[in-house]
Structure formats: structure tokens, C-alpha cells
């Protein structure tokens, strides 16, 4: 059973930063595409970055510029360094796991909340 756990939300000022983490349990994923992606209140569930395992990079227009996402294979763990925060940053953010192969992602996180004060 692989779990995520995700990390780092909180309340913070527009303008500043928050780090995300989420550790990977059950799996080894170094060979996954691990994405992050968002919710806000009322809205669907938008992407937000995504980095392969070969170590591409992928940027949702919004976040582009401000986000960076980033993993340590060796601790099982993404990362999500978010600068220059936005109100309409805020969100609860989700990661999540694609084996190889695969369109849809496989498994994910429970989520943390993000919200950025104006």
C-alpha cells in the first residue's frame, strides 16, 4: 500500500514563501513522474507541476516563474518551494505518484492546506 504524506502548508502572507514536502511510503518511486496539483474552494482540481523521473520539469502557466518542484529519490520525497505567494495560491494541494506508462496518476496524498493572506 503506498501512502503520501504531504507537509509544509500554513498561512503566510502574499508574498511570501512556504515549502511543501511529500514522503512516499510503499513504493519506491524514483522511476514515477510525481506531481503536485491544487484545490481551491469551489474549484476543480488544477495542476500545478509535475517532474519526471528523468528529472523533467513541468509548470502549470499560473505557477510558472514562482514554483519549483524538486525530489530526493533517496528519501522518497518531493518537494514543492513556492515564492512570491498569491491569495489565489491558496488551495489544499495534493501530490501524487504515476508509475511508467501510466496517463492518470496511481496514488496520492491527503492533502495540505495553503492559504495566503492578502
Known amino acids: 500500500q503506498v501512502q503520501l504524506v504531504e507537509s509544509g502548508g500554513g498561512l503566510v502572507q502574499a508574498g511570501g514563501s512556504l515549502r511543501l514536502s511529500c514522503a512516499a511510503s510503499?513504493?519506491?518511486?524514483?522511476?514515477?513522474?510525481m506531481g503536485w496539483f491544487r484545490q481551491a474552494p469551489g474549484k476543480e482540481r488544477e495542476f500545478v507541476a509535475r517532474?519526471?523521473?528523468?528529472?523533467?520539469?513541468y509548470y502549470a502557466d499560473s505557477v510558472k516563474g514562482r514554483f519549483t518542484i524538486s525530489r530526493d529519490n533517496a528519501k522518497n520525497t518531493v518537494y514543492l518551494q513556492m515564492n512570491s505567494l498569491k491569495p489565489e495560491d491558496t488551495a489544499v494541494y495534493y501530490c501524487?505518484?504515476?508509475?511508467?506508462?501510466?496517463?492518470?496518476?496511481?496514488?496520492w496524498g491527503q492533502g495540505t492546506q495553503v492559504t495566503v493572506s492578502s
Open positions: 510503499g513504493r519506491t518511486f524514483r522511476r514515477d513522474t
Open positions: 517532474m519526471t523521473s528523468n528529472g523533467i520539469r
Open positions: 501524487a505518484g504515476r508509475v511508467p506508462e501510466r496517463y492518470n496518476y496511481d496514488y
